[in-house]
């Protein structure tokens, strides 16, 4: 199983850019959808849509609920997780993806699942 998410979970995120320093994804889903667990690098979200989420950490039994208005845009640190759409609305998000690893001593490696407010 692969970890990319447009491998692991192609019908809900797409690439939409990228080059050698970064990766921008598209994610679209309707509620009720729910994606296999996947990885994120460090990214930057910008949500084009409001919706409720419920993430579930790769590594743990973590699970976060989240809600997140049009329009947001915030750190997401690098994690593995899987998600589901709990809202009525549909999920619309845009992630740019850093392809250069965080500094070490980056206080972002032990960052909550999902954004980072």
Not at 14 to 29: I, K, P
Request: aromatic share 6%; glycine share 8%; no cysteine.
């Amino acid at each position: 199983m692969t970890s990319d998410p447009t491998v692991s979970n192609g019908d809900v995120y797409q690439v939409v850019f990228e080059n050698d320093r970064v990766r921008v994804l598209e994610y679209t889903d309707a509620p009720g959808h729910r994606t296999t667990i996947h990885h994120h690098p460090d990214s930057v979200m910008y949500t084009l849509s409001s919706f409720r989420r419920r993430l579930v950490s790769g590594s743990s039994d973590d699970t976060r609920e989240v809600e997140m208005p049009a329009g947001f845009v915030g750190w997401l640190p690098a994690q593995d997780h899987a998600g589901e759409n709990i809202g009525d609305t549909a999920t619309h998000v845009l992630f740019v993806e850093l392809k250069e690893p965080a500094s070490a001593g980056d206080a972002s490696a032990s960052a909550p699942l999902g954004p980072a407010g």
